[in-house]
Each structure stands twice: as structure tokens, then as C-alpha cells.
């Protein structure tokens, strides 16, 4: 059943992969244009890494970023639709890998990286095996960056316990297909990092800066 459900996963960011760049690249999400971008770029920027890490890289809006302020940057992600995408825009270097395949081989994404990031990627349900596996790539004293949606604001209507839930991306403009996610606690969230044989060292909770509730939860990881 999991193993289904993150198939799922994988296979909605290719169906959805034309609306999903053109969402982030029109900047129609209001999270992101408002708080959560700056605040997973900033954070990038303070840690003072030069080789980074994009992991679920997406369309690489991220990776583009960080290439633009000076860094070397790697990036991956299971959507081939979206790695040709993040191709066409920056000449970081990109690989069309799961999590899964990347576990079983972390060295074919280069090695020696200062810091790991994940953006809003981190959606099945097993994710220690990804997380131990970052630290063959990271070097020591490196660092792993988890930002993902906050679990207080993503439970206000439902009970608040690890499942899997459906996104309908509902408000989201263009053609969407609904996607299984696994929602966590952020108990949940520490514990998966703390397992992983990560030291978490901060963590943040950037808030919406017209409700004032927070929008994102980033934990910050040392080896
Ligand atoms: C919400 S998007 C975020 C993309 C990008 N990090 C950003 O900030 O725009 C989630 C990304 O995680 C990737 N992803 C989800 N599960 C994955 C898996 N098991 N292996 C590789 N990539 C995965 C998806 O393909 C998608 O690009």
C-alpha cells in the first residue's frame, strides 16, 4: 500500500509537471512569494556553503537561485518532466533519480556537498533511507535543510496524527491531478531527523505576514 502510494507521488509531479512550472514560475502561490522562498534562500545563504545539494529538486527554481548568488549546485528528482524543465533553465547539474534509486547509489550525484535542501520535497512516508544515505554525500560539518509545509497550520481541520492525506491543489490554477502526501507531526518530523543520525541545531517557523499564523516549518541539520 505504501509502496503504491508513493508510486503516486512520484508519478503526479510528471502528470502535473505543466502546471506546477507554470504556478512557480508565475509566482501564483502566495506562500511562497511572500514567506517561503526567501526564507529557505536566506537560510541557504547564512550556513555559507558553496556546494549545495537540491534534493527533489523540482523545475529548479532553487537551484537557479542559489547558481545565480555563486554556487555550485547538483539537484535531482524523480519527474523527468521537471528535470528537463530545471535544465532549460540553469546549468547546474541535474539527474533524474528517486529517492529510492538515490539511496542505493548517493555518489551518483557527486559528493563533498556543504549542504543538503529540501524544499517542500519530502512527501512519502519513508524518508530515513534518503536521509541517512545525504550523510555519505555531505561533507562533515555540513548541513541538511528540511522545509516543509507547518504542521499546525496543515492540520487546523484534521486530527493531528501521522497519515496519509490527498492534495486536490485545490485554488491552484491550471489542470491539477490529486496526489497522495504524508502529513507528520512536528514531533514526527524531529524524530525522523534525529534517526537519521542528524543533530538538528534550529529550527524555524517563518510566519504569514497577514494572518500571522506560521506558513512553514525548516529544521536545520548538522552531520
Ligand atoms: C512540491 S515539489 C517541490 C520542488 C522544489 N523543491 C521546489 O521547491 O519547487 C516536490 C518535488 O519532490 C519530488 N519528489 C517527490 N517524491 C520523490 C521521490 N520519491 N524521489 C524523487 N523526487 C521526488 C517531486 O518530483 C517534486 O518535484
Redesign the pocket.
Known amino acids: 500500500m505504501e509502496k503504491d502510494l ?1 508510486e503516486k ?2 508519478r503526479s ?2 502528470d502535473n509537471a505543466a502546471s ?1 512550472v507554470n504556478a ?1 514560475r508565475s509566482e501564483a502561490l502566495e506562500s511562497r512569494r511572500l514567506v517561503t522562498n526567501d526564507a ?1 534562500l536566506k537560510t541557504v545563504l547564512r550556513l555559507n556553503g558553496q556546494r549545495i545539494l ?6 529548479g ?2 537551484s537557479h537561485k542559489l547558481m545565480e548568488a555563486g554556487h555550485v549546485v547538483a539537484g ?4 523527468s518532466e ?1 528535470v528537463e524543465q530545471a535544465r532549460r533553465r540553469t546549468d547546474a547539474k541535474f539527474f533524474v ?4 534509486e ?1 539511496a542505493r547509489a548517493p555518489y551518483s550525484v557527486g559528493h563533498d556537498f556543504d549542504i543538503a535542501v ?7 512516508e519513508t524518508i530515513a533511507p534518503l536521509l541517512r544515505s545525504l550523510h555519505q554525500v555531505i561533507r562533515p560539518a555540513g548541513h541538511l535543510l528540511i522545509q516543509t509545509v507547518h504542521p499546525f497550520t496543515a492540520s487546523e481541520k484534521l486530527p493531528y496524527q501521522d497519515g496519509w492525506r490527498e492534495e486536490t491543489f485545490e485554488g491552484f490554477p491550471g489542470e491539477w491531478s490529486a496526489m497522495p502526501w504524508y502529513f507528520r507531526t512536528m514531533s514526527s518530523w524531529m524524530r525522523e531527523v534525529i534517526s537519521a543520525a542528524w543533530h538538528i541545531v534550529e529550527w524555524q517557523e517563518p510566519l504569514h505576514p497577514v494572518t500571522g499564523k506560521p506558513t512553514s516549518l525548516i529544521l536545520e541539520a548538522k552531520h
Open positions: 508513493n507521488v512520484k509531479w510528471n506546477w512557480v529557505i537540491d534534493v527533489g529538486c523540482g523545475e527554481w532553487l535531482f528528482d524523480s519527474s521537471l533519480l528517486s529517492y529510492e538515490f529540501c524544499n517542500f520535497s519530502l512527501l512519502g
